[in-house]
């Protein structure tokens, strides 16, 4: 056999797997059929992969592919292979409708002379530090295994995470706003932040301190009004006692609707009642908690809520990454007081231009969704011009659409 026509192992391999798999090339039928396998799969909770596609397949379908070939027509089909925590909530129609008007409202707020101020909370441990670090390994060993050579090389982790502070501040587009910063230790060391901090601490704190000290400094910086912008944690949004969800009782559903003016029928069903009531309370999505309707009481004082699973529209996370990357480095002796003292030091490391920065990433971020949003309406606007210009260039004026059509006319005249 001559040089250039010996085989390599790629190919070798590939005919292999073709003379094993054969080159089949699915067709629109048989990607129906494998649709409907995998919904059914999902509707009895079972989890689906590629390995475990591929025998229903061959024995459903009567197609025997590879797992690259099912890999592809997967793709093919729409499929992604990813996380569906929070990220399939992005194409939700509500949650569309919330991100528009939240971008809608904010450059509103921009065009004005207006202190837009960013509300948020994080928290830090007393053994906060970097989890991974240089670690020199041993790789001569009989058994093979990288094992540690220096057992006292890179920062000692310790079993717990000691004691826990709560941190709460606003940031504008200059830095953070000066005597709204708050810190204290928390009274629980398990579970997230959000456990030391209730609607009672927050509507305290808003009304006796952050309102006012808010105002102020609008006042001496020239500003006409103050806008505050925070997130949907569940202490942000404590419902006003008429927006409150009834119980899952006929009649205390119809007393629910009676008590908001909602007609219903005699004989409708607690699904259909409990239909109205849910359906109001999402057209008063805007205006129903209480600390949002004492504010609007307050005069210069406005409130803007970031839509779900968008705090990346928040520039001051940004800022808590760096600060705490700034503590991580520096907490050597694990105490408290020291703790405190590098988080005020953390803030020093910013520099008067890096907050325009951030501000200027999330007003990109807020852009790049408006385009995709908005997507639909442009197409359709241009569609628009377009049939204008052409009906000018022919020297004639749109008809209106409510005019009887004969069958004689021509059907590209149709409304439909």
Sequence with gaps: MKPW????????WRVSRVAKFGRHLLKESE?????????????????ITVESLLPLVEKEVGVKVSKSTM????????????????????????????RIRYIRAVRQFR??????????????????????????????????????????????????????????????????????????????????????????????????????RLKEFARLHGYDTVVIVLDNASY?????????????VKK??????????????????????WRKATDFLKNHVGDRYDMDDYLKTEEGIETVRLPPYHCDFNPIEKCWARRKGYVA??????KLPDLIKLWEESADIFKPED???????????????????????????????????DVAEEGGDLEPLDQDLDDDNDPALLPF
Aim: glycine share 6%; hydrophobic share 30%; proline share 3%.
């Design 5 to 12: 026509t010996r085989l390599s192992r790629r190919k070798k």
């Design 31 to 47: 990607y129906g059929k494998i649709r409907a396998i995998i919904h059914r799969e999902y509707k009895s909770k079972i989890h």
């Design 71 to 98: 890999y592809r027509v997967l793709r093919r089909m729409g499929f992604r292979y990813r996380d569906r925590s929070t990220k399939h909530l992005f194409g939700d129609p509500s949650l569309k409708v919330r």
């Design 111 to 212: 065009q004005t002379n207006a202190l837009i101020a960013f509300l948020d909370e994080t928290w830090l441990n007393e053994n906060y530090q970097f989890r991974k670090s240089w670690i020199e390994l041993d790789k001569e060993k009989s058994t093979g295994t990288d094992e540690i050579l220096c057992k006292d090389c890179g920062q000692s982790h310790p079993s717990g995470s000691g004691k826990r502070l709560v941190i709460f501040d606003f940031l504008k587009d200059r830095g953070f706003v000066p005597g709204c910063g708050l810190i204290w230790e928390a009274s629980k060391h398990t579970g997230d932040y959000h456990g030391n901090f209730n609607y009672q601490n927050y509507e305290k704190f808003m009304k006796e301190v952050l309102v006012l």
């Design 236 to 248: 942000h949004s404590r419902l006003m006692p008429q927006f409150r969800r009834p119980k899952r």
């Design 252 to 273: 205390e559903i119809q007393q629910w609707l009676t008590d908001h003016r909602i007609e219903f029928g005699a004989r409708e069903l607690v699904a259909e009642l």
């Design 329 to 334: 480095k520096q907490n050597t002796t694990r």
């Design 355 to 389: 907050f325009p920065k951030l501000f200027a990433y999330c007003i990109k971020l807020e852009d790049d969704y408006w385009d995709i949003d908005t997507k639909e309406d442009r197409i359709e606007a241009v569609g628009d011009e377009q049939a204008d210009e």
